[in-house]
T-cell receptor
């Protein structure tokens, strides 16, 4: 499986934007980039996904580099409820395989 | 949006007991469901892929006789931890896609916390 690299942890102030980076230099042409998050003691929650173009939904935006070797999940205005572990996963035709993700802390 | 329901939320039982966990897709049909396990402070590990009407596919290192999976209908998969021991204590999470296309999101249950005494 193609691998992703994310920082172990990040911190953000409440009500400020957060940019969560993900490197995936070995991505193949058919890999989709998915983002999920896991709040404490809960199952993961789907956030957003894309292939080549940037994507927006009610939760976040996904910015994908032109060469697709990296992507950034953007939370436009962090709230305390956004504190979670965020996983960037390449999806090829297999079940999701989770890495360690980025633990986001939000400071009030 | 698509909802996956998992039951029970938590179980505490004695060593040697078998425990069944149910996973239901509430508003969609799922020919394939996935079972994960998560130990404290670790990421999710895929245990097996559950296929409706056929045998589950287990990941390397997961004992199929220990973790029995049954996917008898398009909306229900069950995981039975047989003769559970303290080392089986973990957070078990099921997941499903509401589409046969792999690029579509997977939806997750809220997990079952299993504690074996």
């Amino acid at each position: 499986d193609a691998k992703t690299t994310q920082p172990n942890s990040m911190e953000s102030n409440e009500e400020e934007p957060v940019h969560l980076p993900c490197n995936h230099s070995t991505i193949s042409g058919t890999d989709y980039i998915h983002w999920y998050r896991q709040l404490p003691s809960q199952g993961p929650e789907y956030v957003i996904h894309g292939l080549t173009s940037n994507v927006n939904n009610r939760m976040a935006s996904l910015a994908i580099a032109e060469d697709r070797k990296s992507s950034t999940l953007i939370l436009h205005r962090a709230t305390l409820r956004d504190a979670a572990v965020y996983y960037c996963i390449l999806v090829r035709n297999t079940p999701l395989v989770f890495g360690k993700g980025t633990r986001l802390s939000v400071i009030a | 949006g698509a909802v996956v329901s998992q039951h029970p939320s938590w179980v505490i039982c004695k060593s040697g007991t078998s425990v069944k966990i149910e996973c239901r897709s509430l508003d969609f049909q799922a020919t394939t469901m996935f079972w994960y396990r998560q130990f404290p402070k670790q990421s999710l590990m895929l245990m097996a892929t559950s296929n409706e009407g056929s045998k589950a596919t287990y990941e390397q290192g997961v004992e199929k006789d220990k973790f029995l999976i049954n996917h008898a209908s398009l909306t229900l998969s069950t995981l039975t931890v047989t003769s559970a021991h303290p080392e089986d204590s973990s957070f078990y999470i099921c997941s499903a896609r509401d589409s046969s296309y792999h690029n579509q999101p997977q939806h997750f249950g809220d997990g079952t916390r299993l504690s074996i005494l």
